[in-house]
């Protein structure tokens, strides 16, 4: 059974940092693609961010290109979502999600999902 758990999430000031995880299990992930998502109250889950195992190659949303830095730790089948600078219109709640299409910047490429971390940032 395919788990995905973030943690990390919680209140913070505007210009801070947070570091949001994702534990994966389940299944081998290393031909997946392993994404970040968000949704804000009263809009639609955007793409935040990806990441490919293999080869380490990453891609983000223009509005957080710069400042949110997506990784993964093969041994601890863990990504990690690092934003740094963070901003009001961040607020969000943060989903994982995994996925076999490589472009992965949309939500029907991914089969697998987390419950979500909530990140607040306050001004």
């Known amino acids: 059974q395919v788990q995905l758990v973030e943690s990390g999430g919680g209140l913070v000031q505007a210009g801070g940092s947070l570091r949001l995880s994702c534990a994966a299990s389940?299944?081998?992930?290393?031909?997946?693609?392993m994404g970040w998502f968000r949704q804000a109250p009263g809009k639609a889950r955007e793409f935040v961010a990806r990441?490919?195992?293999?080869?380490?190659?990453?891609y983000y949303a223009d509005s957080v290109k710069g400042r949110f830095t997506i990784s993964g730790d093969n041994a601890k089948n863990t990504v990690y979502l690092q934003m740094n600078s963070l901003k009001p219109e961040d607020t969000a709640v943060y989903y994982c999600?995994?996925?076999?299409?490589?472009?992965?910047?949309?939500?029907?490429?991914?089969?697998?999902w987390g419950q979500g971390t909530q990140v607040t940032v306050s001004s």
């Open positions: 389940g299944r081998t992930f290393s031909t997946y693609t």
């Open positions: 990441f490919w195992w293999s080869g380490g190659s990453t």
């Open positions: 999600a995994a996925g076999l299409t490589r472009r992965g910047v949309s939500m029907s490429h991914y089969d697998y």
